[in-house]
């Protein structure tokens, strides 16, 4: 039955009987993206040049609130100016707007090649929400009382992530994957500090093929970080499992499906694993876009996990800003939980502030609304046969997707010995790469030309010459053949005339960027500051 | 290049780049032979009478195909680097073929090249002061070159032999001129020390594997474009293996003797302890202090006679032996009185990656022993990092 809500969701109906046909789509060959040779911001700075002119306070005001700087303790004060561009409104504006056409933004692109991304589409209407003044013009020290439709919102989305995980409270506090990681290794450490057990347990276990940010959360606790390896199926090995628990465990971090896109079906012995040796378990549900309504944390007999609702739950990624990782706990670890949670006791929405052994916080006030919204949005237009066809949906794509990358010349799914997969594959190019020497990033390159972006970098290479592909829900066949297309042509110039590839790409921005400076701490600069120190040591 | 975040204009950066490869030397070498073993089913062509052999048997010259491959991304930089090369065959030839103009050091080669060219070669190449030298040729070649410059010049492999155990070559002859080039105009400025290793070809052609770690080249490092880590790059290795020897130093304790086997991680865990030690050889420290260096195995026995001791291992070479190759001192015997639980094993994650999921290996001669060695074991790969990888036996 055709449902102009879904449609609106991002995914397209009747897949089954689309994916049987020919589509209609076109390789752009001749793609050229803006090329605006755009200095840095810095380089435009004219002195005494300004953007806003501020007037001078009245006399009144002055007085009433001194100059608004000696109230400001003498040693946290600055000597000297910041040394920001100094550049006029209209000049910033051009300046930004050139900068952004230089992106292939998610928008833009058939952007499936970014694996281990979920790059879903975003719907528009979400927006029209976010940026209503009764979500925009709400302020997080609002009274409770004058809230309660916000608080409506994050107390049901809290609701659905626990039908969906099986926790059984949630808090949208952690802004990104990575912060909600943070959190579950605070509570496993906080858990293990009251049971006396803080300083023996000084372990925690991870696979490599799990989110990064699970080894990185517990090196910046404190922790030890032993990470499993994969064995010939492309899963982290049972028996090495057993060798790394021992009464030095705190716990598991873990990702399932892993970055391969191949699911661990003995996640319940690893679980159980981990709880005899007296370790506790996080789910780092990054990878779920594939399981909505078909597995859960609860039956894998997780205490814990999270999702990112800028990825599975369709809100736009957020490079470090309207990011939100929604964290779930079992009933046992809600006092552990960042504070404040949202309640409802049937009439009124309210913020508990009082859990005795909260981690404390991990970022301010209760998240980043406007990414709980979206995703509240989201579910309401989908429902839960919805989410169960998101799902479906994602997988069957990924299996056309891989199906079809499997007949290309010289590229091969990693661990072969294990065929299926769930929502993304992790490709290897080393055979075309071993033919041809051109290398997976030289591939990356001359996609651009098509105005496609794939991503390979996913250091470490476990899996030599890789490169991921996530075709999620939201594509439809059409774009799905033109990215393959994209693929083959590139493919076909590998081994025909392999200078082709290795000099791309022709129509992008930048022509060739260097990475080594990036390697190299004597060259890496990601501030001006930093550059003009660094040029001028080289010179 | 130099354009960290953007900023120079195109012209400027073409200037800086050009004015930087100024007087830049780029030595090329090429061990003619090298590979024609390999096609005829022959282990290498070490010595004068297998490369008859091969030659009989019909073996092409492959390394000069190879070497050329490797020359193309350098055409491109002709006019801005001097090549220094040795006569005919051994580069010259190939060189002048896509039209450098080259110094060509004069020698008296004979109809057929040995292994006393290569490293007279290797050491004029030297006295030239080349920037970097790129050599076509196999594990002979590299050991050839190492005995004659050792690590004062920088070195890049062009994998063309038959026998590529060294972690000096580059994954493919267009990595090696690719690399080259990124070398000469400075992108790549840091260098590592890499592996030569040795497989006895008399041996191997009686089915009998003997490698040893024979020394180390200085190679440019970009773990990417490298044979022996085709695993991306991941940060400086010298790093990775401070943090391990910082992590082996906290955690060694009074009560056990440490024997330190070969490799450039084991010995950064020496430097920590501000020993003098044997890069090549076997160890032994007990309470910071050096008991023995470079030990034999009757040595090694002696002196661990009834003291609880601790091994501590590193994967030697490509194929990432944990024993039997280039540690053969540490014999089944010595292993035996050590016991298994007491090998630290250590690596850093780079080397591991290159493996790519394939188990280490043992092979210390005796079945039995082997195959109780292994299993999974605990590998330290940082401060306060480990991994769990298995080992397993041929």
Redesign the interface.
């Known amino acids: 039955m055709w449902n102009p809500l879904r449609e609106s969701s991002g995914i397209v109906c009747e897949r089954e009987k689309i994916m049987k046909k020919n589509s209609t789509f076109r390789l752009r060959e001749k793609f050229h993206q803006a090329k605006w040779d755009e200095p840095v911001i810095f380089e435009m700075h004219t002195p005494g040049e300004r953007g806003v002119l501020i007037p001078e306070v009245e006399q009144e005001i002055q007085e009433a609130v001194g100059d608004g700087i000696s109230s400001i303790p003498e040693n946290m004060r600055r000597k000297s100016k910041p040394a920001l561009p100094e550049v006029s409104q209209m000049r910033v504006l051009k300046h930004f707007l050139r900068l952004s056409q230089h992106t292939l933004g998610a928008d833009f692109n058939i952007d499936i090649g970014q694996g281990t991304c979920t790059m879903k589409y975003s719907p528009k209407i979400n927006e029209s929400f976010v940026r209503s003044p009764k979500a925009a013009a709400i302020h997080p020290c609002q009274d409770e009382d004058t809230v309660q439709g916000a608080l409506e919102v994050m107390y049901k989305l809290g609701t659905f992530l626990q039908e969906i995980s099986g926790m059984d409270k949630f808090t949208f506090q952690p802004g990104g994957g990575a912060a909600a990681i943070l959190v579950m290794v605070s509570i496993i450490q906080k858990y293990h500090e009251l049971r006396g057990e803080g300083q023996e347990r000084d372990e925690i276990i991870t696979t490599i093929f799990s989110h990064p940010s699970d080894a990185a959360a517990a090196a910046v606790k404190g922790y030890k970080v032993i990470t499993l390896y994969p064995d010939e199926y492309g899963l982290p090995d049972i028996a090495a499992l057993k060798k790394a628990v021992s009464e030095r465990t705190a716990g598991l971090l873990i990702t399932n499906p892993e970055d391969t896109g191949i699911f661990n079906n003995k996640i319940q012995e690893f679980t159980k694993i981990v709880h005899n040796a007296g370790g506790l378990c996080g789910y780092d549900q990054a990878n779920a876009n594939g399981l909505l309504g078909i597995t859960r944390a609860r039956e894998a007999d997780f205490d814990m996990c999270f999702f990112n609702l800028h990825k599975s739950f369709s809100s736009p990624h957020g490079c470090g800003g309207p990011a939100t990782g929604a964290l779930g706990v079992r009933e046992k670890f809600i006092d552990y939980m960042p504070m404040p949670l949202v309640e409802f006791d049937g009439k009124k929405y309210s913020l508990n502030h009082n859990l005795p052994h909260s981690i404390g916080k991990v970022r301010g006030y209760y998240g980043v609304f406007p990414a709980v919204l979206r995703a509240y949005a989201w579910i309401m237009s989908l429902g839960a046969e919805g989410l169960r066809e998101v799902a479906e949906v994602a997988v069957l794509n990924n299996n056309y997707v891989m199906k079809k990358i499997q007949e290309l010349k010289g590229a091969a799914i990693s661990y072969p010995k294990t065929p299926g997969r769930i929502e993304q594959v992790r490709y290897t190019w080393e055979k075309l790469t071993e033919d041809t020497g051109v290398s997976t990033e030289d591939i990356t390159n001359r996609l651009v030309d098509f105005g496609f972006h794939l991503w390979s970098s996913h250091h470490p290479w476990v899996v030599p010459q890789p490169f991921s592909i996530e075709p999620t829900e939201s594509y439809s066949k059409a774009e799905l053949d033109e990215y393959l297309a994209g693929l083959e042509k590139t493919v076909n110039e590998a081994y025909e005339d392999p200078d082709k590839v290795k000099n791309a790409p022709y129509q992008s921005v930048v022509h060739k960027i260097d990475h080594h400076p990036l390697d190299d701490p004597e060259k890496w600069a990601v501030t001006w500051r930093a550059y003009l120190k660094k040029q001028k040591k080289g010179e | ?7 120079l204009s195109e012209e400027a950066e073409k200037g800086r780049v050009k004015r930087a490869l100024k007087r830049k030397k780029l030595g090329f070498l090429v061990n003619p032979i090298a590979g024609m073993g390999g096609r005829v089913g022959l282990k290498g062509t070490d010595g004068r009478e297998i490369l008859q052999k091969a030659i009989e048997l019909g073996a092409q010259p492959w390394a000069k195909e190879r070497a050329r ?1 490797a020359l193309k991304p350098l055409l491109r930089l002709m006019d801005e680097i001097e090549l220094v090369t040795y006569p005919s065959l051994m580069g010259e030839d190939i060189a002048r073929e896509y039209g450098f103009i080259p110094k060509v050091i004069e020698a008296d080669l004979g109809d057929v090249t040995t292994e006393k060219d290569t490293k007279r070669a290797a050491k004029a190449m030297l006295d030239e002061k080349v920037d970097l030298l790129l050599f076509a040729g196999g594990d002979g070649t590299a050991r050839d070159i190492c005995s004659a410059v050792g690590t004062s010049l920088v070195c890049l492999g062009i994998p063309a032999g038959v026998k590529i155990h060294s972690g000096v070559f580059a994954s ?4 090696a001129g690719e690399l080259a080039a ?1 070398y000469l105009q400075k ?4 260098t590592m020390e890499a592996e030569v290793m040795d497989v006895n070809e008399e041996e191997l052609r009686r089915e009998i594997v003997s490698a040893r770690l024979y020394g180390y080249l200085r190679i440019p490092n ?1 773990e ?1 474009f490298l044979q022996r880590t ?7 290795e010298k790093y990775s293996q401070e943090a391990i020897a910082a992590e082996v130093v906290e955690d060694m304790s009074d009560e056990f003797y440490y024997l330190v086997g070969p490799g450039t991680t084991t010995s950064a865990i020496m430097q920590r302890l501000g020993l003098d030690h044997s890069l090549l050889g076997v160890d032994l420290v007990w309470q910071s202090d050096l008991l023995g260096k470079d030990l034999n195995e009757a040595q090694i026995l002696k002196k661990i006679s009834g003291k609880p001791t601790k091994l501590i291992l590193t994967p030697i070479g490509g194929q990432g032996f944990l024993l039997g190759r280039g540690n053969q001192q540490i014999s089944p015997e010595v292993i035996n009185q050590i016991g298994k639980d007491n090998i630290i094993v250590v690596s850093t ?2 080397k ?2 290159s493996f ?2 394939r188990s280490l290996l043992v092979d210390t001669g005796d079945s039995a022993l082997d195959q109780t060695l292994s ?4 590998i330290i ?1 940082g401060f ?7 080992v397993s036996f041929l």
């Open positions: 290049m130099g354009r960290y975040v953007a900023g491959e493919h002859p267009v990595r990124l992108s790549v400025q840091r970009v990417r085709k695993a991306g790059s991941t940060g400086n994650k780079q591991i990656h790519h999921s299993g999974h074991y605990r790969t306060r990092e480990a991994i769990i990888y298995k």
